[in-house]
């Protein structure tokens, strides 16, 4: 048997903080490509980053696969 991996999707979550938040906030964005850069979510925090007003503590980038069993 073997088992084959797929792409299924992906998104990123960014923890912004603020005077209100200072621990911060966790904020999903979907529809991730599959193999985007260091650079493009560097850009695309700083985008954000510009448009709240808060600053970015953490960025997970989180990848769900579909795993297909074949015989």
């Not at 493009?40 to 997970?60: G, N, P, R, W």
Request: net charge negative; proline share 3%; hydrophobic share 40%.
């Amino acid at each position: 048997m073997q088992m084959v991996r797929n792409f299924k999707s992906a998104k990123i979550q960014l923890t912004l903080t603020n005077s209100e938040h200072p621990k911060g906030v966790k904020h999903p964005f979907n529809n991730i490509i599959e193999d985007v850069t260091n650079e493009q979510v560097a850009q695309f925090s700083a985008a954000i980053e510009m448009l709240t007003a808060e600053k970015c503590l953490d960025t997970d980038i989180i990848v769900t696969s579909q795993v297909a069993m074949n015989n």
